[in-house]
């Protein structure tokens, strides 16, 4: 259950990291003079390369926990399935809202996972 709940936080996270890029990317174009982020380092760029790595390898699991029918991918009702059944794990106040201490614990088990 602890690696469940790793899995739906990196989720989350890589959900807020798309949102993230795709702000940048719109405010880069309405300032084309303005650099967004520093030059890429050889050290930076490896730091990246090992995170996609992590990250393909959580949607890797990923997959297998949403894949029901076990063909190798993940369809859209199976996807909302699996998102809606966490949810409602995660709204331990049952109000159907996902408030900062609910989101909150969970990082907290998450982080107490790893020690």
């Given amino acids: 259950m602890t690696r469940l709940r790793s899995l739906i936080i990196v989720s989350i996270a890589a959900a807020f990291a798309v949102a993230g890029t795709r702000i940048e990317t719109a405010l880069a174009a309405q300032n084309p003079g303005v650099q967004a982020?520093?030059?890429?380092?050889?050290?930076?760029?490896?730091?990246?390369?090992k995170k996609v790595e992590e990250g393909e390898a959580y949607a890797k699991q990923m997959l297998l926990?949403?894949?029901?029918?076990?063909?190798?991918?993940?369809?859209?009702?199976?996807?909302?399935?699996?998102?809606?059944a966490e949810f409602d794990r995660l709204d331990k106040n049952k109000d159907c809202e996902?408030?900062?201490?609910?989101?909150?614990?969970?990082?907290l088990v998450h982080s107490g996972a790893h020690r």
């Fill in 37 to 49: 982020q520093p030059p890429a380092t050889d050290k930076s760029l490896k730091v990246r390369e």
């Fill in 65 to 84: 926990l949403m894949d029901r029918d076990k063909n190798g991918k993940v369809s859209q009702q199976e996807f909302m399935d699996f998102m809606a």
């Fill in 98 to 107: 996902l408030d900062v201490k609910e989101l909150t614990q969970v990082r």
